[in-house]
């Protein structure tokens, strides 16, 4: 098959200084026109409006504090308000949904860029965690619209066109449990990697054990090649020693979101996941503007910049981020984080580290 | 639909020249020399004294014996992948569903997908032509079958091709919200199952009025009512409410359901055919001529063991049916489809599809391409074909044996018919002696409910429900050599509804 580069540029972006990530950023907030692109999607165009933005205005990343929160009410609204092909600001290559089903799901587009920009981040993943040449991976998925089931495709593509470490992957779903073989498919083929949702690991330790005709047996004592884990989906930490115990993996944690391909990651150092700050501009809103946001009605919470906050901070995290589709800008995502360094990880990665808390 | 083909040099060829372009692809593929070394055929052919050098032509495919899915399900059974992969580069690995007995897993190595990439282009091209800019809602599976990984090779295939398409991708389950994500987005086309499109159709029609009332209960606006003089005045179709232009169908045949989808949404409907062990190799699809499945000569070498040579087989257990290359068959020849394929991983040597197919033509088709075309029939002697439910015979056989507590059967026939577009079982079965009908008939029923899926299918009406005829005397059919038939498809399943 064809080459084509996925891994993300520069090469090395991974060891920069805190100093010219942030530099980056700025650069790349304002050559790729971020918010300019994004003033013409529903999601921002009435509200930016009705707040008198000029998108044309921000010329740095400070001027960002300019410009009003966004959130997943807000795109529900957009959707609801006008017409579904005024979302994104380009085409949609791809529509993918998030968990909640109904009215409130909301369809997030990707374009060529966002997908490209996923397998890149899906590299990386694999160069951070560990991943060796002829893994073979089990990946368990939820079902599609959800954009966690296109990972290990995704992946299998990003190292088929570029990474070129053999890869293989064998991808099984909680609902096909009892309508498929694929558990027992599973203990034959001996993966060396886990990929899903903590929980769905956990649950499965009884079907492995059936699978095996072993009731009695963990996964770790029939899977004799499997060296680590990797969860996204769902906090890992509450998990991480049952899944430890049972499986005997290293588990590595990833945080994945619908509305960009985030996959912020762990590293061997297991200090905090890695928040990527070449592919966005990460803030945080601290948990006492969050409670004062609550208390008064009408507040607007202050942001920090995560390169800007200290270690320990907790609050919401709030992304812009420099998507072709639906470029996020100042996004709260919901979730409650604290922030764990800005210093460089001893992994010698230099993107700062946080953990998920859970919802705001 | 546009004319345009993908690659003119490749498709458009005389058919004496695609025979030898289908000859110096299974040259190149070397998938002779390297299926040898799999458990899969290895000792089969050693015992027929086969030496896979020797083959090199595809007259010489006739030395080999067939591969049938219950051997490949065997072997898969008995050893480690390892020994039956041929290739070092496994990527992905899929199953079929396992409705004909235990799932088979097919490995997909790096060859197959970039050989899928050029089916895709192929594919897309025979549904949609030339258009760069079209979208999709591609209603699949979930992993690990094919029509999962299906959609995102299709959808990085765009990406290489650097031509936007737009895809929402969704697990079946998930059909229902997606399917208001279509309307709002006014996705041009779709993929999925023919009943299932059917069923769309006619729960919209039947939801149109009922909906709008209540929309209006909720927001009595003057939209709203109009929406309520509408439906009370027309029949709402899918067409009045989705933006479909076209779409693929597969999984069963299409025909039966092909003027219900004209009808409800507006469009000919594409038949696409490929079976999991196939479909990264040699997908099989309708053109916008829609005379027949082009079914393409550069990626695999298609024989046909024809009826007479089955009914042999069928009467004489030891007999080796002879096979003829589908380019060599008239039009209007009925058989089993066997491939042999150039896969990477999975190479398939003289595979029986289990599927009968009739050749349509294997003249120049007036879309300019020249592969030869057939019409998949979806049924074989042995294998109940209700839609998209599949089983053997032989399963219900061993299910029907079962039956005795309120009689016992003489004899019986399982018919293959439909009700409007639905498929439908009639079990009709000769009791022996006195019995109990209406306790007997639903013992049978039962039974005949414990077959894989088959309750779910008829209780979200996918399939109409199964019905038990108890007859006094059974009219039995017979092969050309004499043997019992018990499936029979009557014409109602084919034809057009």
Known sequence: MERLKVRLEPDGVERLPLADLVQLGEHRLVEGQVVQRASRSSLYEERWRRAGVDAGAVKQRNDLRQLPFASGSHAVEAVKRRPLPRFPCTKAWAWYATDTAGERRKWIPYAKQDLLLYMGLLARLGQVTGIKEGDVFLTVTPMAPRITNALPYLWMYADVLDTRQRLEFLVGSMFMLGRSNW??????????????????ALDLVEHFAKAAGQPEAKPKQLFDRVRMGIFFGQPLAPRREQIRAAYGVEPFDCYVTTEFPALFAECPAHNGLHLWMDVCIPEIIPTDELEKEKAERGYVPTAVFVDQASAGIEGELVLTTFGEALPLVRYRLGDLVRLVGTDVCSCGVTHPRITILGKA | MSHNVWNAETECLPLAQLVELCQAKLTESRAVERAALSALYRDKWAAAGIDASEIRTIQDLAQLPYLTGSELRQVQTEYEPDEWISTDQVRLWISTSGTTGTPKWVPIGEGDLSAFRDSISK???????????????????SAPFISESGGYSVLVNQILDDKRGEFAFVAMPESLDALTFARTAKLEGTFLAPSLAVLIAEGVSANAAPGAREQFKKEKTLKNLLGVLATSVMKIKAKNVFNFKWGAFGGEPVDPYRSAILDHYGFQPHSAYGATELLYSCPVVECSEHAGMHIYLDVCVPELIVKEELEREQAEPSYVPQAMPIWEASPGTVGELVLTTFADALPLIRYRMSDLVEVISTEPCPCTRTHPRIKVLYRSDDMVSLGLIRFSIYLLKDKLQEVGTHGEIAKWQLRVTREGTKPKA?????????????????????????????????????????????????????????????LIYEDAYLGEA
């Not at chain 2, 594919?123 to 599976?141: F, H, P, Q, R, T």
Request: hydrophobic fraction near 45%.
């Open chain 2, 426 to 486: 009639v079990l009709v079965v000769e009791p022996r002696g006195e019995v109990d009908k209406a306790a007997f008939a639903q013992e049978l029923a039962d039974k005949l409910d414990e077959m894989e899926g088959m309750r779910q299918a008829w209780q979200n009406n996918l399939i109409a429900r199964p019905e038990v005829r108890l007859v006094g005397e059974l009219e039995e059919h017979r092969s050309t050599l004499g043997k019992v038939k018990l």
């Open chain 2, 123 to 141: 594919l897309m091209n025979l549904i949609i032509g030339e258009a760069e800019d079209w979208s999709v809602l591609y209603i699949g599976g």
């Open chain 1, 183 to 200: 558990t027992e498919f599973a203990l034959r083929r001996q993966p060396t990697v886990l990929f899903c949702l903590p929980q769905d």
